[in-house]
């Protein structure tokens, strides 16, 4: 499952959404792509999860490529999604982790959990800048995106299994377009879904060298599949009983609704919002530094970088994030940039990898 998800990302980024808007005719893309796991370096956990077993528990990619053009704050265009976010029990890397590794178990019962929501998506968007305060030194930006989608996994596991035993207690609540659990349950026809998701930034020059801004990414976000395939409910084995004659007998019980002779169902997805922070504070004409913080789900990165300025606008910048370990290094002027930010730059080791570009370009 995780294969065929994760290796579609390769993750979120930095990228700063805070343009200036003018009257000038405008024509810009953008492509953002991070990705963090816990538990295995990135290729571990999409392949074999063979890596020595760290702690943790939580994985994502968010992937964005748009193009659009602009004018007088308007700007309008197309873009193009892939999310996936993972939130496991630590318990469960390590019985993964046992199982695929073929080391001996504990006699235990383990705790298996697993939260995983994917979509792929492509859709239209449309920003405007309003300008406040004077001098306009407070922009704020409303983005509002609607999109269609026919590919997401929406599903929770939680229950217990004990050692390598088939013994335990699950309890399943999964929706899918393709069923990569079970391999049994996927409808004969795609879903379709047209959802929306609304963002929001706020950037405010509150003096000619300080600057201070966030994000809210997908402060909401729906979107309503008709005809999704699914399982659900619960499954029990016990291996073996004794009923009144003494015999010993097998006592299983399976109690799961599913999608099997495309009995579909309609299924509403939502994404958690991502929050971003940022002070940004020029210290002279050649340097400056800027201090993010932002806020996925459970996870929370803190990152400190500097750059230095020449020619006209041009930067080459360099940073250090906590959590994740990671060092950026990037290039940016007002019309092009390129940032690359991995905590190992041997990607079979990383456990985070970000790249990002833009190229903005004015009438």
Known sequence: MKKKILLLGFSTSLLSPFLSANNQFEVFTNFDSEIYTEAQPIKAFIDDFDAPLTSGDSAFTYNLFEIGAGYGGFKIGLQSRFDYVLNFDPDTALYTHTEKNDLPFEERFYTYYLDAKQVTSNGVFVSYDFKLLEDNALTITPKLSVFASTHYQDGTVDGHIYSDEVEGDIDVDYYFSKDILFKKYTPSNNPESIGYSFDI????????????????????????????????????????????????????????????????????????????AFADYRINDWFSTALTVKQYDQDTFSQLKGRIHFWDHWKVQAGYESKSEAMLFGIENDYFGLNLQTDNFDLDKAYYANINWYINIKF
């Open 201 to 276: 930034f706020a950037n405010w020059q509150v003096n000619n060298d300080l600057q201070i801004g966030v994000s809210v990414k997908d402060l909401f976000y729906k979107a309503k599949y008709d005809n999704s395939g699914y399982v659900t409910g619960q499954a029990v084995e016990v291996p073996y009983g004794v009923n009144s004659d003494g015999n010993v007998i097998s006592q299983p019980t399976v109690s799961l609704s599913t999608s099997d002779n495309n009995n579909t169902q309609s299924h509403d997805f939502e994404m958690k919002m991502r929050v971003q």
